[in-house]
């Protein structure tokens, strides 16, 4: 008996030291649980915050004949998006988007799982309000104005609250609707992010709308804004001013790469090589991981007529950077270059055509990828591939002579010698000395010496 009664208070104490076990463990996972919960809503809350602008474009107010014609306000809005994202996609530049655009109007936001009764929707929608991430939304109206003779004219505003962002009136008026809606389609996109607009717009070769873009980086407070402006204006303006504008983007911001990029590009068309390649070593320097130096230093050694060597760069340079589509393009200009002394030259001729059209297949509006894989296509003897490929770098850049010789080239080269005439004619109209200066690239070399000994020309 003695012994039994001593045993009951040590199986009391040992249960009631597994329940404090019990309690002490559980309230360790609780307290995992929630620090790991914790963790996942602040990094959720901070993307949510950090996110781009939400834009909505509501209807726009149309003219009753617009909306008779089947252009409703849903359409227009479709149409201008559209377009939008036309000029998201050929602004390919590696700093993040500011701004977001869709047709919907603003609605709360949907009520997802909740912690402590709160709905992590509502939390997310309060801490936007906070921090100036509610959608913001651009209202307008498009009118037409009769004239005496021909159609009417569209006039267009967009307005955020009482500013007005976009104003196509007067002389900005056009009878072409469609032309209208890509006007406002790209101030809308202009006002919320200047980079990228100015940057579709040098792509499209809109100078006009690209200096109205940069005008609006270069006033801006923010250094970051103004390295960007400085460098795309340095596309526009004289050698001179260049690299000025250069050399001031790289004193705000020394590890600016394209800077340093752009300013050996600038030595290198000097034919001051050393200090080209100098510039482009600074840039592999600042960031070894980026392709941008290596591009630059493949275009030098390109100039110096170190081919294998610039193409070792460039290919390296093009996969570090998938998106530059100069790059793949200036890898096929080096194969071609080196197909003049290969022989037979058909293996080089197809590899730059790949590397032609991949580089198309980055950027579809990079007219020169295409009438490059044109003449690659010709070279080794696709005639058909290669005309339809003349055929859409023109589609793309209409007022281009060189993509027109090339045209008038493989025209005759398939027997159509009127076609061929037309071309050639379109092609001198465009740029008189087209065929009297010498040409850039050197494979075109026997492309003019061809051109210039057909029958008949020199009557021409």
């Known amino acids: 008996m003695k012994n039994n009664s001593a045993a009951r208070p040590s199986l009391a104490a040992s249960f009631l030291n597994f329940c404090t076990s019990v309690s002490t463990f559980w309230r360790a996972v609780t307290s995992a649980v929630v620090g790991f919960a914790a963790a996942f809503l602040a990094l959720w809350l901070l993307s949510a915050a950090l996110r781009p602008q939400s834009v909505v474009v509501a209807e726009l107010n149309l003219p009753p004949p617009l909306i008779q014609q089947g252009y409703t306000p849903e359409v227009i809005v479709r149409r201008m998006l559209d377009d939008v994202n036309r000029l998201r996609d050929i602004s390919n530049i590696d700093r993040a988007e500011l701004a977001t655009f869709e047709g919907a109007p603003s609605t709360p936001p949907p009520h997802l799982q909740s912690v402590g009764g709160i709905s992590l929707g509502s939390i997310e929608y309060v801490l936007r309000a906070i921090l100036g991430h509610t959608p913001l939304v651009v209202q307008g109206e498009i009118i037409a104005k009769h004239r005496d003779q021909g159609g009417p004219l569209f006039e267009g505003r967009l307005r955020l609250g009482a500013t007005i962002i976009s104003e196509r009136e007067g002389k900005l008026a056009t009878p072409d609707l469609d032309k209208l809606i890509q006007d406002l389609a790209f101030d809308l996109y202009r006002h919320f992010d ?107 050694q390109r100039s110096e007529g170190r081919l294998a060597e610039a193409l070792a760069s460039l290919e390296e340079a093009c996969r570090r950077e998938p998106r530059l589509a100069t790059c793949p393009n200036q890898v096929g200009e080096v194969l071609l270059e080196m197909s003049l002394r290969s022989a037979p030259p058909d293996a080089l001729q197809r590899a730059a055509y790949t590397a032609f059209l991949k580089a198309a297949e980055i950027d579809r509006s990079y007219a020169a990828a ?30 281009n002579a060189t993509h027109r010789l090339r045209q008038a080239w493989i025209l005759k080269r398939q027997g159509a010698d009127a076609e061929a005439w037309q071309a050639l004619s379109d092609a001198l109209r465009l740029q008189p000395a087209a065929l009297d200066e010498p040409p850039t690239p050197p494979w075109e070399r026997d492309m003019v010496r061809e051109i210039v000994n057909w029958p008949g020309y020199s009557a021409r």
Do not use: C
């Open 194 to 300: 200047p980079l990228r607009a100015a940057y579709a717009a040098w792509n499209l070769d809109d100078l006009e709308d690209m200096r109205i873009a940069l005008r609006q980086l270069l006033a801006s407070p923010r250094p970051e804004d103004r390295k960007y402006g400085l460098m795309l204006r340095a596309y526009i303006v004289a050698p001179a001013l260049a690299e000025a504008d250069l050399r001031e983007a790289i004193r705000i911001d020394p590890s600016f790469i394209h800077a340093l990029s752009l300013l050996s590009g600038l030595e290198r068309r000097r034919g001051a090589y050393e200090t080209a390649m100098g510039h482009a070593e600074q840039a592999i320097r600042m960031a070894p991981a980026r392709g941008l130096g290596l591009y630059a230093k493949g275009r030098v």
């Open 370 to 399: 295409l009438s490059n894989a044109a003449w690659a296509a010709a070279s080794y003897g696709d005639l058909p591939e290669a005309l339809l490929l003349a055929n859409a770098a023109i589609d793309l850049a209409p007022a």
